[in-house]
């Protein structure tokens, strides 16, 4: 879950940055005496297309730039009694 979050914290902008108009909206309604907006009352629909749009990027980005993966797979193998861990190596 932690790398999860690591590679696609993008996603989660539009939610925090919403949560934090709300915030300041919130405090300057309470101080004019108005009644705090609710979070559900927001603009999901942009709120979403915005993630899905980063999401995607997210994507696209750590897929088209990985320098990872090159080259054959070579799997965990028993090598003079010792356990030799998977690896994918250089084309030769």
């Known amino acids: 879950m932690g790398l999860f979050l690591f590679r696609f914290w993008p996603v989660l902008i539009p939610l925090v940055v919403y949560w934090l108009w709300l915030m300041t909206v919130g405090h300057h309604a ?10 559900r ?3 999901w629909y942009w709120m979403v297309l915005a993630s899905l749009i980063i999401g995607v990027g997210c994507f696209v ?16 193998h028993m090598k003079d009694g010792k356990l030799v861990p998977g690896k994918v190596g250089e084309e030769k």
């Open 41 to 43: 009352e927001g603009p």
């Open 30 to 39: 309470v101080k004019a005496g108005k009644p705090r907006p609710l979070f």
């Open 61 to 76: 980005f750590l897929g088209s730039n990985l320098e990872g993966g090159k080259g054959p797979y070579v799997p965990p």
